[in-house]
């Protein structure tokens, strides 16, 4: 990349940002992803039991 140029530079960046923003909103999906199979996993009432026991371990 020829960094004298700042018409790529720009552009460059531009590309940057949005691939930045692409991977904001693929994190906050997986975090909701995530939430809510936590919440269905505690709502599990085997896998509710096993959790309180490994906790008393």
Request: charged letters at 35%; a negative charge; glycine letters at 2%.
């Amino acid at each position: 990349m020829n960094t004298d140029d700042p018409k790529k530079i720009e552009e460059t960046v531009g590309k940057l940002r949005k691939v930045s923003h692409q991977f904001d909103a693929l994190n906050f999906s997986l975090d909701v992803f995530l939430s809510e199979i936590d919440e269905e996993i505690r709502k599990n009432s085997i896998v509710a039991l096993r959790l309180q026991a490994n906790r008393s371990v």
